[in-house]
């Protein structure tokens, strides 16, 4: 390979990478196996590493993970859970495909970031909720401020669901009027909930140092890819002359 053509291939994948969409979110807090969808491929996640559009988090039995967005929305990842990240009328989504996460969001006017199961809707203006989805449909436990839950049916209902309160929406049916936290999300707030608050302000307080790790998260992994086409050898064919096509030219 010729050393003209390296190096337009490489100033070539330099501005493919450095025009590439923007970050949604940083990975922080991983605890045990956690695995991410990124650039086609399954690889094991990483501490500051960056979230983008349409990526696949998924936390194995007894691992965790959380995600801040760059907006200050911060979610928890519990064990076996599998969640991508959307961005829906230019809102961060989690559409959870199983298991259980927990978000807490910045007070807005209006909605500020969207989780989604295959049963459910929630939209969000400001909480900290926890939505979880099993094999019977989805729970969703209000622990501070409030949300509105739909169903996806055709003909869906949206109903407000204010702190202390919880709501189920299971396969064909609009979701069930609010109850109270079950004996289960009382215990998941005063174990998990609150220190994982505390992560959140402190997160939130240092966004420009996660976000400087982020980068050079970044810069890293474009470094690696640059290098590995550098080194990449190319044979060439010469192509084969076919024997009528030859014996014309000699003639």
């Known amino acids: 390979m010729s050393r003209i053509l390296k190096v337009i291939l490489t100033i070539g994948l330099a501005a493919r990478l450095f025009?590439?969409?923007?970050?949604?979110?940083?990975?922080?807090?991983?605890?045990?196996?956690?695995?991410?969808?990124?650039?086609k491929n399954w690889?094991?996640?990483?501490?500051?590493?960056?979230?983008?559009r349409e990526n696949i988090i998924r936390a194995g039995k007894g691992s965790s993970a959380e995600l801040m967005f760059d907006d200050d929305t911060v979610v928890r990842f519990e064990e076996n859970t599998e969640a991508q990240i959307l961005i829906k009328d230019n809102v961060p989504e989690v559409s959870v495909k199983t298991g259980r996460i927990t978000s807490s969001v910045v007070p807005n006017e209006d909605i500020a970031f969207y989780v989604s199961s295959p049963l459910a809707i929630i939209g969000v203006r400001g909480t900290e909720f926890t939505v979880?989805?099993?094999?019977?449909?989805?729970d969703v436990a209000v622990f501070k401020g409030r949300v509105e839950v739909s169903d996806?049916?055709?003909?869906?209902?949206?109903?407000?669901?204010?702190?202390?309160?919880?709501?189920?929406?299971?396969r064909?049916?609009?979701p069930s009027p609010p109850v109270g936290l079950s004996?289960?999300?009382?215990?998941y707030r005063k174990k998990v909930l609150k220190k994982f608050i505390k992560r959140v302000v402190t997160s939130r307080k240092n966004k420009n140092k996660i976000l400087l790790k982020r980068m050079?998260?970044?810069?890293?992994?474009?470094?690696?890819?640059?290098?590995?086409?550098?080194?990449?050898?190319?044979?060439?064919?010469?192509?084969?002359?076919?024997?009528?096509?030859?014996?014309?030219r000699n003639q």
């Open 19 to 39: 025009a590439d969409v923007s970050p949604e979110g940083t990975i922080l807090e991983i605890d045990g196996n956690v695995k991410i969808f990124q650039d």
């Open 43 to 52: 690889t094991t996640a990483e501490n500051y590493q960056p979230v983008y």
């Open 132 to 138: 979880t989805q099993g094999e019977n449909g989805t």
């Open 152 to 170: 996806r049916s055709k003909k869906a209902e949206k109903i407000r669901v204010v702190a202390g309160k919880q709501t189920f929406v299971y």
């Open 172 to 174: 064909g049916k609009h």
């Open 183 to 187: 004996p289960e999300y009382k215990k």
């Open 216 to 248: 050079k998260k970044i810069k890293k992994r474009q470094k690696q890819i640059i290098n590995k086409i550098r080194n990449r050898k190319i044979k060439f064919r010469k192509p084969k002359i076919r024997e009528k096509e030859s014996g014309i």
